[in-house]
T-cell receptor, first 113, second 117 residues
């Protein structure tokens, strides 16, 4: 079985400050890990993904995430956020034998001017 | 390449009415799924399909039916609408991951906002 925990439901931050959105997963086998972003009144779109190889993954809009197998984490970071980064962010895990990924409950990133 | 399309964008129903939410993808993806999104609940899986003719239930299947007669289309039917089905519905498609692992990137449609009065 696989599961995902997003530790913060809401993260307020000021513009140009750094941000980290936390994600922990559980799975007994090797996994794929994803971060998706949902802007207001839109569908979800892929931000970045880890399939294999380097544990530091770079995505769109300056975001990056680090896969930490020992801590079963895949935290999302950005060194300097913009107002336009205000959105809902979802972490997801997909493991062997699963047809559909498991999503976390989402973290609302609110960037204040 | 249109990706994943959903119709309608908005719908208002009365309790007891039935309707079908349409979903189509043009990427030849094997896997398709339906989610509902409610405030504070994240995405909840309703039904999914791993190929034409093959469907299975997700976390919240009650009150919904699906079928998949072609690779491209995966409609979601509400049999008798209830106010509890007021939600935003997303369809997604994806392809199998490599190396025997799970599914790769999910491609989402723009959503259907449904209100049941």
């Amino acid at each position: 079985a696989q599961s995902v925990t997003q530790l913060d439901s809401q993260v307020p931050v000021f513009e140009e400050a750094p941000v980290e959105l936390r994600c922990n997963y559980s799975s007994s086998v090797s996994v794929y890990l994803f971060w998706y972003v949902q802007y207001p009144n839109q569908g979800l779109q892929l931000l970045l993904k880890y399939l294999s190889g380097s544990t530091l993954v770079k995505g769109i809009n300056g975001f990056e995430a680090e896969f930490n197998k020992s801590q079963t984490s895949f935290h999302l970071r950005k060194p300097s956020v913009h107002i336009s980064d205000t959105a809902e962010y979802f972490c997801a895990v997909s493991s062997g034998g699963s047809y559909i990924p498991t999503f976390g409950r989402g973290t609302s990133l609110i960037v204040h001017p | 390449n249109a990706g994943v399309t959903q119709t309608p964008k908005f719908q208002v129903l009365k309790t007891g009415q039935s309707m079908t939410l349409q979903c189509a993808q043009d990427m030849n993806h094997e896997y398709m799924s339906w989610y509902r999104q409610d405030p504070g609940m994240g995405l909840r899986l309703i039904h999914y399909s791993v190929g034409a003719g093959i469907t299975d239930q997700g976390e919240v299947p009650n009150g919904y039916n699906v079928s998949r007669s072609t690779t491209e289309d995966f409609p979601l039917r509400l049999l008798s609408a209830a106010p509890s089905q007021t939600s935003v519905y997303f369809c997604a498609s994806s392809y199998r991951g490599g190396r025997g692992l799970g599914t790769d990137t999910q491609y989402f449609g723009p959503g259907t906002r449904l209100t049941v009065l």
